[in-house]
Each structure stands twice: as C-alpha cells, then as structure tokens.
C-alpha cells in the first residue's frame, strides 16, 4: 500500500463510522431516491436520448483536435481571447496573470468543479486577490475553509444549525436564523460583491466549436450576476467540455439537469455566451482558459475515456453506497464518487491506487446515469491497471497462483490438512476480507474423506 493509501484508509475508517455523518448522507439519499425516479419520467423515451447524448459526445472524441482549434477560430473571431493551460499550474498562473494584467482586485467566482481541480480559490487567496465564491453551497463551505463535499450540494455535510452559528459569528446575525433568513444574509453580502467586483470566474457545462459558443447553467442566477457587471469574464474550461454543435445542447442541457433534485425540473438559467458584451454600460474583454490537466492522457485510454462524455448530473454518486457513506471529502478529488475514482487513473499510480478501492460493484450507478456510462466497468479496468503497475504485488501474484493451482485440484487439496488449507485460503484473501469479517472455517475432514467413510461404513 502507498503511503497515501494508508493515510486514506484511516480516514475512511474514521468517517464511515461517525454516526453524525451517516445521518446526513442518509438523508441526502433518501431525498434523491424519492424524486429520481419522477425525473427520469419526464422523457417519453429516455434511453433514445440517452443513446443520442452518448453519441454526440462520442462524436467530438473522434475529432476533438479539429473541434478544438474550431472552437479557437470561432470564439477570437466573437471577440474573445484563448489560453491553453497544460497542467493545474499553468491554468492557476494564466488566471491569476490575466486578473494582474486587467489590474482586477475585486473577483467574483462561480462554481466550479475545475476551478477546484487545479486549486484555484487557495491559490489567488495566496496571491492577496480579493475573490469570494458565489454559489450558495460552496460559499457556505469556504465559511469553514473546506473546499464542498460534493458537485451538485456543495454543503449537505452541514445542518442548519451549524450554518446558523457559523453565519452568526461571521456575519454578527443571531445564531437562531432559519434557512429563508440564511439565504437573504448570503444574497446580502454577495449582492456587494458582485456590484464591486471588477472581475468574474466562472466554468462552462459546454464549449461549442461551429460557433465558438461558451454555455452556462446554474440555478441560482449567480452567473448572470456575476458576469453583468465585471469588466473581465475568465472562463475557465476542460477541453473535455467540448460538444461539436450548438444544435447538441437541445440533447445534453436538459439531461445534465435530469437530477435537479432541489426543484424536480430543469435547471432555472441557462446562459449562452458568444463573445464579450459591449454596450453603453459595460466593455468586457472576456478569456476562455482551457486546460488539459491529464485529459489527453485520459483520451488515450480506449476504455476509460468513456468517462469523459460525463456531463456532471451528479446521478451516480447520490446513489452509491459507497459514497453515502464516506462523503466527498474523503475522495481527495474535486469530482468525488464513481467518477472521480476513474478520473484519477490519468494521475498515475500514487493518486489512483487507494481510490480504486471505492466500490462495491453494486451497478447503482449505471441505472441512472443518463450517459450509459458502465461505470463499475471502468473502475474494474482501473484496478487491473493498477495491480499491473504495482511491484508490490509481484510475490503476492505468485502465491495466488501456486494457490489457485491446488486448489482447483481437489485430490491436492485432500493430500493436505485442514488447518494448512485455512492457512493457504487466509494468504490468498486476507487483504479483501477485511477485519471485520471471521474466516470461513474448512471442515476436518474433506469430502472425498467423508464419501469415503461413509461407504466403508455401508459396506
Ligand atoms: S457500482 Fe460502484 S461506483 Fe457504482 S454505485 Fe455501486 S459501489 Fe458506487
């Protein structure tokens, strides 16, 4: 195990048991499950437009270096401007680059799962940008400085009472408010912001390469707030966000908000954005950052690329037991759950190899993701390749295999005493079993023995 394995484990030891948190988890589940059903109904036929949205983005794997540089021709002709950002590093330094040059203080941000990829908020903070979050979820979290527990309820490891104490000690409010009075104190100071903010980051759900079109949903409004008034809109984006036409969104929009648990229907705002906005009150300049950050590496994986036409409906991890029972934090990724355990293949063995261990095969998942995305598959591939890679394993492999030899041969199994087979069948799933299990127990005698003696007996 990696030493970053063994850290993780106590870790999900230590959550997994804390009752606290189980409530919480439980009851975020329990609220999915009662309404995902009636969102999948509001299709006539849901896996057409399943099989449709797969394709599309299958679509722009095929093609994705002409759809990029498509995507670049058509946004500079809208006015606008495109960096490339390699890895976490440069995407950060481009932002913060970009904010210095426009000699922006005062930054808006909206959520983003990217922006918390490459660590974006600790990064500018370090860097004395005054910049604040504006997504009421993730706006809660960074109260605790905890980056959010999960993409689609930034917050849902926080009662309400918490949030109260906390708005009270930071906000000077009673500690008693209910959720209508927390929600206006947050609107409250982010109505300030957003009319001093010189800047704003958002991410995009897609970007459009026939039209060099960037396409935003949201359901609070928080976006267009924040984009009204700001002179600089930096979007940062995944080259994986790519879709090859405009006429695609009629498909994708509509399932990546399949979930919207919060309102059983689609997303309140969609916002299409297709150069900087120029009028008599605002001049915008307006970049697009697109970072690879080991999505190549990822393109390169024939199988588990697949991940990659995800569009983020937050549909498998509200159904897996694992995560509803660790949480997001636990996943050391800024896309927790299923997906996030297949992303993190593309960092290499040392970030992927305790991840990997993050499911149960129960193929939840795959009922309700709405991209046909054989989720529990790719995990599965994940775990080859990384056994493969793990040295470790080499002197463990062999003792398998000496195993498994005898033990598909009853008559060597025979030969040997009972308590030499408990030893081999411990040896060979000792890891898997798991402390808290008791070892299945071999009978003294075999059963060949026993046919045996009991014949003799007839005789
Ligand atoms: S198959 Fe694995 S990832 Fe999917 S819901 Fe079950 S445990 Fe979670």
């Known amino acids: ?66 759809l990029l540089v498509d995507f670049e021709t058509n946004f500079m002709n809208n006015g606008g401007t495109v960096r490339w950002a390699r890895d976490a590093e440069e995407a950060k330094q481009m932002v913060y680059n970009i904010l210095s040059d426009e000699k922006a203080k005062n930054v808006v941000k ?11 908020m600790p990064y500018l903070e370090m860097k004395k940008v005054n910049v604040t979050e504006t997504d009421t979820g993730d706006f809660i979290c960074y109260q605790y400085n905890e980056r959010p527990s999960d993409p689609s309820h930034s917050a849902a490891h926080k009662t309400k009472t918490e949030i109260a104490e906390t708005y009270s000690e930071k906000f000077g409010v009673n500690n008693d408010l209910n959720a209508k009075q927390l929600m206006t104190v947050t609107r409250k100071v982010l109505n300030d ?25 949201e359901d609070e409004g928080n976006v267009l707030k924040s984009v ?18 405009i006429d ?39 970049y697009v950052v697109l970072v690879d950050n080991n999505r190549s590496k990822m393109l390169e994986k ?57 499911c149960a095969s129960c193929h939840q998942c795959e009922q309700y993701c709405p991209m046909n995305i054989k989720i529990s598959d790719l995990i599965l591939r994940n775990r080859v390749e990384i056994a493969k890679e793990d040295g470790s394993l080499l002197g463990e492999r062999r003792v398998f ?20 087979n408990r030893l081999e069948l411990k040896q060979l799933i000792k890891k898997t079993w798991g402390v808290h299990h ?9 059963f060949s023995e026993l046919w045996r003696s009991m014949n003799e007996s007839e005789e």
């Open 1 to 66: 195990m990696t030493e970053k394995g063994a850290i993780f484990s106590q870790n999900v030891k230590q959550i997994a048991f804390d009752s606290e948190h189980l409530k919480k988890m439980r009851a975020r589940y329990d609220f999915f499950m009662c309404v995902a059903e009636e969102c999948a109904n509001h299709y006539a036929n849901i896996e057409l437009e399943k099989s449709r949205a797969f394709n599309i983005r299958n679509k722009a794997f095929k093609y994705y270096d002409k």
């Open 110 to 120: 909206t959520k983003s799962i990217l922006a918390e990829e490459v660590g974006l």
């Open 193 to 217: 912001k957003y009319l001093n903010a010189n800047a704003a980051i958002t991410g995009a759900d897609f970007i459009v390469a026939d039209t060099g079109d960037i396409v935003i949903s």
């Open 248 to 286: 695609d969104i009629s498909v994708l929009l509509p399932l990546s908000s399949l979930y919207e648990v919060t309102k059983i229907k689609s997303k309140s705002y969609f916002t299409i954005i297709n150069g900087p906005a120029k009028d008599e009150f605002v001049n915008q300049k307006i």
């Open 438 to 446: 008791e070892m299945p127990v071999f009978p003294e005698k075999s």
């Open 302 to 358: 024939e199988q588990q690329r697949r991940i990659m036409t995800c569009i983020e409906c937050g549909a498998c991890h509200s159904v897996c037991p694992v995560f509803n029972t660790i949480g997001g934090h636990v996943y050391e990724n800024a896309f927790p759950g299923p997906v996030g355990v297949i992303q993190k293949i593309a960092d290499g063995y040392e970030e992927s190899a305790h991840l990997a261990t993050l």
């Open 228 to 245: 009204a008034k700001a002179k600089i809109h930096i979007v940062l984006v995944g080259i994986d966000k790519l879709i090859p036409s």
């Open 401 to 420: 295999n000496f195993i498994m030899k005898r033990v598909e041969n009853r008559k060597d199994m025979d030969k040997t005493k009972e308590f030499i």
